[in-house]
C-alpha cells in the first residue's frame, strides 16, 4: 500500500482511492492481482491508492497474502458478492474515498486497467466500466466461448430492456465516483451486483464510460454457478431495467466544468481505440489545454507516448519547419492517432472553432467532438470526413442489438464502433463525399450501420 499522502508531479493534493477487491480463498490470484496493479504510476498521476479486501472468511492464506501488501482488511458481515461489494463501497465512501475502483481478485483483470478508469473519473465520468475482451488460450477456448455466448445474451437483454448501450453488463473491473452510491440504493448480495449497479447509474442519469480491457484466465476456484448465477442475473436485469427512473444526488457542483466535458469525451475515445501513439496539434491559444490532455492520456494509457504538437491556426501550419496541417490526411495509417484540439473558423478575426478531431486508426475514420458553447458546430473548411461527429444531449436512443453485434465483431474496427457509440450520448455517421462538397453538404446516416 502506499503513504497516506504521497507527493504528486504536479504539486496537487492526491486523490484518495479505494481499490476494492471481494475475496474468498483467493490467496494465489489476489497475490498475483496485487502485484499487477501500477501503483507507482497511479501515484505519480496524483492518485493515493489503497488496498482494501473484503474477506468473505477465507480458509486460506488470503489474509496473510493481503497483510503482506499492506492492504486494509475488512471481514464481511454480509454475504455473497454483492454483499462484499456494498461493505467496499460504503467503506470507501465514509473513509473519504473519492473513487471506488472494484475489481475480481483473481487475477482475470489487468490491474493497468485501474489508471484508465481513474483518468476518466477525474475527467468527470461518475462510472467506468472495462468492457472484456477475452484472451483465449488452447486449454479454455470451449469453456471460454460458452461463456461469452452467455455473457451476450445477457449484455443484450440488458441493453434491450433499459435502452442503453450496455456492452458487458457482468465486467468485474470498474470504477465509480463515491459520492454517488448512497443514491443507488444498492441491494444485490450476489453476484448479480454489477448488473444493479451499471443499470441504476443509466437509469439515474450518471455519465457512464465504457472502455476496452483484456480478460485473461482465471486463477484459483471459480465461485460462479453458470446457471444458477446466470439466471439469478437475468432476474436482476428485468427487475432494474423496468423499473421507473431513479435519482442518484449526482453532486453535480464542480467548478471547471468548461473544457472538463469534452476532455471526458476525448479520453474516451483515445482510451476506445486500443492506441498507444498519439499525436495531439493544438494552437498556441490552446497549449494549456492540449497539454492538460496529453497528460491525462498518459496517465489513463500506462506505456503511451503522446506529443503535442503547436500550430499556427491561420496559416494552418505547425509551428517549426513549415508544413501543412494533416487535416485530410488525419486519418492514421501508421498505428498513430492524430488529435487536433481545435480548427480555424471560417470568418476572419473569428479565433479558433472549438472543436476537436480524432483520427481513428482501425474505423479509417475522423471524430468531431465540440469543445465550446455550440455543441453543433462543424467546420466548413473541413470538405470531407468520412467520419463520426459527437453531439451531447441530443437524446437519441441507442440500437443495441447494433452496438452489441459491432463489439462481438472479429475486427478491431468492429469493436472500436461499438465503444465509440457506447460512449457517444448522440451519434451521426456521415458518408465519405466528393472533396469538393462542402462539410454542410454530408449525408447523415443512422449510427447503427
Not at 496473510?64 to 454475504?79: I, N, P
Not at 466544468?257 to 469525451?265: A, C, G, N
Not at 463520426?388 to 443495441?400: D, I, N, T, V
Not at 465483431?409 to 448522440?426: C, I, V, Y
Amino acid at each position: 500500500m502506499t503513504e497516506p499522502n504521497p507527493p504528486t508531479a504536479n504539486g496537487n493534493s492526491p486523490v484518495p482511492v479505494a481499490i476494492v477487491l471481494p475475496t474468498l480463498n483467493e490467496e494465489e490470484g489476489l497475490a498475483r492481482t496485487l502485484e499487477d496493479i501500477p501503483l507507482e504510476h497511479l501515484v505519480a498521476a496524483g492518485f493515493a491508492p489503497t488496498f482494501l479486501v473484503v474477506d468473505g472468511h477465507s480458509t486460506d492464506q488470503t489474509l496473510e497474502v493481503a497483510r503482506q501488501f499492506g492492504a486494509t482488511v475488512l471481514m464481511q458481515t454480509t454475504k455473497g458478492k454483492g454483499g462484499a461489494t456494498r461493505e467496499g463501497l460504503d467503506w470507501a465512501r465514509t473513509h473519504g474515498m473519492r473513487y471506488a475502483v472494484l475489481i475480481d481478485a483473481d487475477y482475470t483483470y489487468p490491474g493497468t486497467g485501474i489508471a484508465s478508469l481513474l483518468s476518466l473519473l477525474e475527467a468527470g465520468s461518475d462510472l467506468v466500466i472495462g468492457v472484456r475482451r477475452p484472451e483465449f488460450n488452447p486449454l479454455g477456448v470451449v469453456r471460454a466461448a460458452v461463456h461469452r455466448i452467455g455473457d451476450g445474451l445477457l449484455n443484450y437483454l440488458a441493453a434491450q430492456l433499459s435502452h442503453s448501450p450496455i456492452l458487458d453488463i457482468c465486467s468485474g473491473l470498474w470504477g465509480i465516483r463515491t459520492d454517488v452510491v448512497p443514491g443507488l440504493q444498492l441491494e444485490s448480495t450476489g453476484f448479480e451486483i454489477e448488473s444493479e449497479v451499471f443499470l441504476k447509474s443509466f437509469r439515474s442519469g450518471l455519465r457512464v464510460s465504457q472502455i476496452p480491457i483484456s480478460y485473461r484466465n482465471r486463477i484459483g476456484e471459480a465461485k460462479l454457478r453458470a446457471v444458477h448465477d446466470g439466471a439469478r442475473i437475468c432476474l436482476a436485469i428485468v427487475r432494474h431495467s423496468g423499473a421507473a427512473r431513479i435519482r442518484a444526488d449526482p453532486l453535480r457542483h464542480r467548478s471547471d466544468t468548461t473544457f472538463r466535458e469534452p476532455l471526458r469525451d476525448l479520453q474516451a475515445i483515445c482510451l476506445a481505440t486500443d492506441a498507444h501513439d498519439l499525436v495531439v496539434f493544438s494552437p498556441v491559444a490552446r497549449l494549456a489545454e492540449a497539454n492538460n490532455l496529453a497528460t491525462r492520456l498518459r496517465a489513463g494509457k500506462i506505456g503511451s507516448k503522446v506529443t503535442v504538437i503547436p500550430y499556427d491556426p491561420v496559416k494552418q501550419s505547425v509551428v517549426g519547419p513549415p508544413s501543412p496541417l494533416p487535416l485530410d490526411a488525419a486519418v492514421s495509417r501508421d498505428g498513430r492517432v492524430p488529435i487536433v484540439v481545435s480548427l480555424p473558423s471560417d470568418e476572419p478575426g473569428s479565433g479558433p472553432m472549438s472543436v476537436a478531431v480524432v483520427g481513428l486508426p482501425n474505423t479509417q475514420r475522423l471524430v468531431y467532438v465540440p469543445l465550446g458553447e455550440d455543441p453543433f458546430a462543424l467546420p466548413s473548411t473541413i470538405d470531407h470526413s468520412g467520419g463520426y461527429r459527437l453531439e451531447p444531449g441530443a437524446g437519441a436512443r441507442f440500437r443495441s442489438l447494433a452496438i452489441l453485434t459491432a463489439s462481438f465483431h472479429p475486427s478491431l474496427g468492429g469493436k472500436e464502433l461499438a465503444l465509440l457509440t457506447a460512449n457517444a450520448d448522440s451519434l451521426k455517421v456521415y458518408r465519405r463525399v466528393d472533396e469538393t462538397q462542402r462539410a454542410s453538404s454530408l449525408t447523415p446516416i443512422d449510427s447503427s450501420t
